[in-house]
């Protein structure tokens, strides 16, 4: 699996992403039962609010060989702070329209 993943960026400066790649490493939470190897293609932020330049950096990530696309669950979930993106789900719906179904999405990481 080549992994691109989205975070908040309003969760940027209190979250190094240490838990998400710890996951991906021990292949716990999205990424249980996971075969293979988990290589991170990319890690970048969704833009800020309202999210819309996550579209285009999926799109780069699989263009530099992301396989999957993963949001962060501080955008899914709220993590670490308890608040999640109110546009998440769009967010989540135009990477999938943009990237079609070739791409899988995975929408949270812990």
Excluded: W, Y
């Amino acid at each position: 699996m080549k992994v691109g993943l989205i975070r908040c960026l309003q969760t940027e400066d209190m979250c190094p992403a240490s838990t998400d790649f710890a996951v991906m490493r021990n292949k716990k939470c999205a990424f249980e039962g996971v075969e293979g190897e988990i290589e991170v293609i990319g890690v970048t932020t969704c833009g800020g609010c309202p999210g819309k330049k996550a579209v285009t950096r999926a799109q780069e990530m699989v263009k530099r060989g992301a396989d999957t696309i993963v949001l962060a669950s501080c955008i899914t979930r709220g993590n670490p702070i308890g608040f999640k993106c109110p546009h998440a789900e769009q967010i989540k719906e135009a990477i999938e329209k943009k990237l079609g179904e070739s791409i899988k999405i995975i929408d949270f990481t812990h």
